[in-house]
């Protein structure tokens, strides 16, 4: 059989093959919750491509590839594949072409083998050129978007900060690392575009790329956080009452971080069966109480389980409570675990890095916003059980 209308054949067989091993290979961990079609992606398309171009009878057209690979590249960069993990899943596609075609090979002449193989090498290191392009212009695109948000979530901060000027040292202190970081790396890449130079598609650039956008995206994520709190104490908070299903809502937090819990091979259950069916509250505050705290439970916990309990509560209201099964929470700790910049210390005293400390003191505000109170009850090595307790109907 020809090798070109052999490998149109053994198209499907080779894209099975391709991400069984992206979802084995442990250094792969983007792929890990993700579908066979999100991993799948355009990779026929460079399959009907190389074919093309190893048929004798046909033009050899490398467009399709061009188009597959830079949509490829695209796509991972918005699922968060870092280089190295696309550049190993070039390599798995490789070993998996030339393991189906050897049958075939084993059956060529010398010189049908070599042409075969130095076109399949030609065309798949074009296909990871494209997607490398296409992955470097996406991420260069999230971080110029980044610095915008971080432009105008300056703004804000200061004008905040000049009205109150609590917890401002400590903020700068937090900010310098991740700012400095940020300040750095753009500036490389602004000082590059300015003078014209290509940024060249190499695993060094975009891991410069990617050491921006965390700390950019870790950056953000304590400025909203600060700005919560800063709107709260400023009284800008105001609430939103609508009627919400309850069961939705939990749900709708459940899937989000459902694949969180399950990186670490944790549990997480659900009991809602004796929660209100409908509230009156403010949705968009309700969501973020259950997601910080869940999010929460998740940090700290390495082993076992996270459950999400919802009940009535006698005098018209109702109770939901995140338990978990970790790391717990020292006594006289317990006082001061909904204060801003608190931070509950690990067994070595250290802190997780991704902890800012405003976590549990946005949730009491939020609590209070909808009327409510919080309670904990907690043991170090045991677990914590967070309880929010709020009415059937907020009071506008």
């Not at 009878?57 to 699922?79: F, K, M």
Request: aromatic content about 4%.
């Amino acid at each position: 059989m020809d090798l070109s209308e052999f490998l149109l054949e053994k198209t499907d067989t080779i894209i099975v093959k391709w991400v069984e091993a992206v979802r084995q290979d442990k250094k792969i961990e983007s792929a890990n919750d993700l579908s066979r079609k999100a991993i799948e992606n355009h990779i026929d398309h460079v399959l009907s491509g190389l074919a093309t171009v190893l048929s004798e009878s046909q033009n050899s057209e490398i467009q399709p590839i061009v188009d597959a690979s830079l949509h490829h590249g695209s796509l991972r960069a918005e699922q968060g594949f870092s280089a190295a993990e696309i550049a190993r899943e070039y390599r798995i596609l490789r070993q998996v072409i030339f393991s189906i075609l050897e049958p075939q090979l084993l059956q060529a002449s010398a010189s049908e083998v070599m042409r075969t193989v130095r076109l399949i090498d030609m065309v798949l290191d074009e296909a990871i050129g494209r997607c490398f392009q296409s992955y470097t212009e996406q991420r260069l695109s999230e971080l110029e978007q980044l610095q915008n948000h971080l432009t105008l979530n300056n703004q804000e901060l200061s004008r905040l900060v000049r009205a109150n000027q609590d917890n401002l040292s400590h903020l700068a202190h937090e900010l310098k690392t991740p700012l400095t970081s940020i300040i750095g790396y753009s500036d490389l890449f602004l000082r590059l575009q300015r003078q014209n130079t290509e940024v060249k598609d190499n695993v060094k650039n975009l891991e410069h790329i990617e050491r921006v956008l965390r700390s950019g995206r870790k950056l953000l994520h304590l400025i909203n956080d600060a700005l919560e709190l800063s709107r709260y104490e400023a009284g800008q908070m105001k609430l939103h009452p609508a009627s919400i299903n309850v069961d939705k809502l939990i749900n709708d937090v459940y899937e989000m971080l459902e694949p969180l819990a399950r990186n670490k091979n944790l549990q997480m259950e659900l009991d809602c069966d004796r929660a209100p069916s409908e509230i009156v509250t403010d949705s968009l505050r309700l969501q973020q109480i259950v997601t910080n705290l869940v999010s929460n439970a998740i940090r700290y916990t390495e082993t076992g389980k996270i459950k999400i309990t919802c009940q009535m509560w006698e005098n018209d209201k109702w109770a939901i409570a995140i338990s978990d099964t970790g790391i717990g929470i020292l006594k006289e700790d317990q006082t001061q675990i909904f204060e801003s910049y608190f931070r509950v210390a690990l067994s070595d005293k250290s802190y997780l890095p991704e902890s800012t400390g405003l976590g549990l003191a946005i949730v009491s505000r939020l609590v209070k916003l909808l009327q409510g109170e919080i309670k904990l009850h907690s043991q170090v090595g045991v677990g914590s059980t967070f309880t929010v307790i709020l009415p059937l109907s907020v009071k506008s």
